[in-house]
C-alpha cells in the first residue's frame, strides 16, 4: 500500500529539499504538498515530476497564518484521503529579523561566539504583528495553524494499520527563556521565532502522551543553519556570499552548519525511515554535517517541562474551541 506524506511549506528550502528527497526515497508513495498560494503549488509540483516524472504528486493550497485557509485545506484533505501516514509540519517565518551586531561582539570577547552563532541566543530578534485571525502572526503560522490541522486531520491520522507520524521543524533557536505561560503568542517579546519554536516542542511531547495510544506519534527535528529565503531576510544576500568562506570553516567547528536544504532536510529523511515505537518523544532530532560534507543525524535531549507543555496544550485547545466557534460554516 503507498504512502501518504504531506508537507507543508514545500516550495522552497528544506520543505522542497525534502520532497525531492523522499521522492528518491520511495518513488510508489503520494506526495501532497501545501503551499500557500496554487501558483506556488503548481510551480513546486512542476519541479517535482521534472525530475521525477512517474510520481504522484499532488497539491492543497494553505496558508498557515490564515486560520480558514487551513479549515478550508483540512476539509478538502479529509475528502480526498482514507488516511496520511507522514505529516511534516515544516512551514514558517521568521518576520523582520535584526541581528544584535554588540551581543556579536560581547561574545566574542567572552567566548561565546560559537555558541550563539550556532543557537542565535541573544543576537537575534524579531517585530511580530498582528494577522488577520488577531493572532501573533509567528505563533499563529509557526505553530497553531499546524495545530488546527493536525487537529482537523486527527480521522486521517489515528487508529491506522500502521502508525502514523507527525514531523515538526522545529529549531536549536527554541529556547525556554523566550517562552511564556502568561505571553504564549509572544506579544509583549522580541523573540517570537524562538517562542513558537520552544511551544513546538512543548506540543509535540503531549501529542505523544495523547496520541501514541491511537497510533500516532510526534517527533521534532532541527535542519541547522540553512541558506534558505528565511535566512537571506536576516543580511542581504551579497553579504552571505562574501561570509560563506567563513561559515565553511565555522563548519568544522559548529556540525549544525548544514548550510543546504539537501543537508538541513537529512534529519526529516532518516525519521521517514525508523519505526516510532523506538523513538524518543523528549529528543530533537538535528541535521549534522561534518566539515568535509558527511550528513549524520544527532539526537539530542530537549529542554522541556512536561506540566508547562501540559498547561500549553490545554490553552491551544481553548484557542481551537474559539476559532471553531469563529469558523463553523467551513466544518463538516
Not at 520543505?15 to 521522492?23: D, E, F
Not at 492543497?60 to 488516511?83: I, K, P, T, Y
Request: charged letters at 20%; aromatic letters at 10%; a neutral charge.
Amino acid at each position: 500500500m503507498e504512502r501518504v506524506v504531506l508537507v507543508t511549506g514545500a516550495s522552497g528550502g528544506v520543505g522542497l529539499a525534502l520532497c525531492q528527497r523522499l521522492l528518491e526515497e520511495d518513488g510508489r508513495l503520494h506526495l501532497c504538498i501545501a503551499c500557500r498560494n496554487e501558483q506556488k503549488s503548481e510551480a513546486t509540483r512542476d519541479l517535482l515530476l521534472a525530475a521525477h516524472p512517474a510520481a504522484q504528486v499532488s497539491t492543497v493550497e494553505m496558508d498557515l497564518g490564515n486560520l480558514a485557509s487551513v479549515l478550508r485545506a483540512a476539509r478538502e484533505l479529509r475528502c480526498r484521503f482514507q488516511r496520511l501516514d507522514f505529516v511534516y509540519l515544516n512551514a514558517g517565518i521568521m518576520p523582520n529579523p535584526h541581528v544584535n551586531f554588540k551581543a556579536l561582539w560581547h561574545g566574542l570577547l567572552t567566548g561565546k561566539l560559537l555558541h550563539m552563532l550556532t543557537t542565535a541566543e541573544g543576537i537575534m530578534t524579531q517585530t511580530d504583528r498582528l494577522n488577520g485571525d488577531g493572532l501573533q502572526e509567528v505563533f499563529a503560522t509557526n505553530l497553531f495553524g499546524h495545530f488546527m490541522l493536525v487537529r482537523q486531520l486527527q480521522s486521517l491520522l489515528c487508529s491506522n494499520e500502521k502508525p502514523s507520524r507527525l514531523i515538526w521543524t522545529s529549531s536549536s533557536n527554541a529556547r525556554e527563556s523566550a517562552f511564556s505561560l502568561s505571553d504564549y503568542q509572544h506579544a509583549k517579546g522580541q523573540e517570537s521565532y524562538s517562542s513558537s519554536k520552544y511551544a513546538t516542542d512543548l506540543t509535540s511531547v503531549v501529542l505523544n502522551r495523547k496520541f501514541n495510544g491511537q497510533g500516532l506519534y510526534s517527533s521534532v527535528v532541527c535542519p541547522g543553519l540553512v541558506m534558505s529565503n528565511m535566512t537571506y531576510g536576516i543580511l542581504p544576500i551579497f553579504l552571505w556570499k562574501l561570509l560563506m568562506p567563513l561559515m565553511w570553516l565555522i563548519r568544522f567547528f559548529a556540525k549544525t552548519y548544514t548550510l543546504t536544504p539537501y543537508n538541513g532536510a537529512e534529519a526529516h529523511v532518516w525519521l521517514f525511515k525508523q519505526k516510532p515505537e523506538y523513538l524518543d518523544s523528549l529528543v530533537k532530532y538535528h541535521s549534522c554535517t561534518s566539515g568535509l560534507g558527511r550528513c549524520y543525524v544527532e539526537p539530542r535531549k530537549m529542554d522541556v517541562d512536561e506540566d508547562t507543555a501540559e498547561k500549553l496544550y490545554q490553552k491551544l485547545l481553548e484557542l481551537e474551541e474559539q476559532t471553531l466557534e469563529k469558523y463553523r460554516d467551513l466544518l463538516d
